[in-house]
């Protein structure tokens, strides 16, 4: 009896572990980009355009594990072309962020970079300072 009322204990445990982040957001390669995880398996990706000078933000699919987050094409293409496998993935443990690059239809990896966990407000101001001292020295510059 002992066995099974541990054995339950842990299933839920391990449930809560792993159930949800929504509601979580992160900020990761140095003030460049966003992941606000708006349901269980949808993330909005905020980005900035340094050609347009402005943020993107792009849907994506992602699916959690005990030991990480696998964020998938963007939605629109992921039904589109089929692709099951991530673009990209942040390590639960210790939030670093690996992107893949898909060249010549193979999945390699291609950048790491450290993500930490923010509120959503913060999580666009510091996108849009970032974007401003880049705006700023540039115009210097020229």
């Not at 966003?34 to 000078?53: P, R």
Request: with cysteine; proline share 1%.
């Amino acid at each position: 009896m002992i066995r099974i009322f541990s054995f339950i204990l842990f299933v839920i445990i391990s449930n809560n572990a792993i159930a949800t982040i929504k509601g979580m957001t992160l900020i990761c390669d140095k003030d460049r980009r966003g992941y606000n995880f708006i349901s269980k398996d949808k993330v909005e990706v905020l980005s900035i355009n340094f050609e347009e000078l402005n943020i993107i933000s792009i849907n994506h699919s992602y699916k959690l594990t005990e030991n990480a987050i696998f964020i998938q094409q963007p939605q629109m293409e992921f039904h589109k072309e089929n692709i099951t496998k991530p673009m990209g993935w942040i390590f639960r443990k210790n939030l670093d962020y690996v992107s893949l690059d898909y060249v010549n239809g193979d999945w390699s990896r291609k950048f790491s970079w450290r993500c930490e966990v923010i509120s959503s407000k913060r999580l666009e101001a510091r996108l849009k300072n970032k974007l401003y001292k880049f705006i700023n020295s540039s115009e210097k510059k020229h």
